[in-house]
Nanobody
Framework: QVQVVESGGGLVQAGGSLRLSCTTS????????MGWFRQAPGKEREGVSC????????YYADSVKGRFTISRRNSNNTLYLQMNSLKPEDTAMYYC??????????????????WGQGTQVTVSS
């Protein structure tokens, strides 16, 4: 049984930073493409960033380029999202997701098979 668990969300002022973490169990983390997604109330879920198994390929949504950094540590089955210069429009539920073994990263949610329950990020102005 695969489990995906996010942590690190919270309330922060505009211009501040947060680091999200995601851990998995039930799959060989080091073989999986991973991604971060977010969904604000009344909006569709959007891809924020993704990373391949070796960290050699990363993609970012245009809205977060230069502010967010995705990384992973395969030795402890953990995915990270460092979020700097946060804006009120970054407010959303953030989800971690696992795609598949050795797959090319994608920001499309349809490419992911396993999802966490989400962690709330709220940025105040």
């Amino acid at each position: 049984q695969v489990q995906v668990v996010e942590s690190g969300g919270g309330l922060v002022q505009a211009g501040g930073s947060l680091r999200l973490s995601c851990t998995t169990s039930g799959l060989t983390f080091g073989e999986y493409t991973m991604g971060w997604f977010r969904q604000a109330p009344g909006k569709e879920r959007e891809g924020v960033s993704c990373i391949n198994w070796s960290s050699s390929i990363t993609y970012y949504a245009d809205s977060v380029k230069g502010r967010f950094t995705i990384s992973r540590r395969n030795s402890n089955n953990t995915l990270y999202l460092q979020m700097n210069s946060l804006k009120p429009e970054d407010t959303a539920m953030y989800y971690c997701a696992a795609s598949g073994r050795w797959l090319t990263p994608t920001l499309s949610a349809s490419g992911y098979n396993y999802w966490g329950q989400g962690t709330q990020v709220t940025v105040s102005s």
